[in-house]
């Protein structure tokens, strides 16, 4: 007989030098709707376009908070912590709770850009999958040509691990203005617990913020 485990992830709120990962308010809705009609942002992710308030409200206040409750992941605003200014989203789905794997993905807004937030954010996450829920895989998957977010997963410690053909619908702006979908393929990365060791201490070293703690 197949055994079934059902769990959910803690309500949590991660603290780095410079971030704070927690729960979407109310008070996001606003920033998380100019935030997703960033132009990178409709390019490599599936999100509604133009993406409404309606559309930031229906993630605030449902879909983001069933992904935990239901058991599927988990989904946290990535702050800064001396502003507060919402900054991005880290966003762990597809969780499997017998093989204790997840899948990350991760959205920064454009004026953060090159800070190095997006891997500060996802590098506590892993650290906070990995001690504290005692998770054994983390799998990334990012689009061919989307450099910056395997630029984050090479600077985790992430190993690629091949690629799914023709596997993702990514969009392109067509001289008119509007967008049009295309096919490209997805390069499946993987983090494991051992894969971290080292990786703050280098990332440190590089003038990161140091890592992290959790509530």
Known sequence: MELR???TFPDVSISTERLVLRPFEEADIPAHT???NDEMVTTWTSVPHPYTTADAEEW???IAPAERTQGRGIVLAVTEFLTQ???GTVHLQHTNWRTLATEVSYVTAPWARGEGYATESVLAVAQWLFRTQRFERIELRTAA???ASQQ???KIGCISEGVLRNAWIARTQTEDGGWADIRTDLIVWS???EDLEGVADQLADAGYASFPDWN
């Open 145 to 147: 040509d989307n450099t």
């Open 152 to 154: 984050v997963a090479q």
């Open 60 to 62: 605030v206040r449902r």
């Open 5 to 7: 485990m059902t769990t």
């Open 34 to 36: 100019e935030m997703m």
């Open 85 to 87: 200014r919402l900054v």
């Open 191 to 193: 983090l494991l617990p």
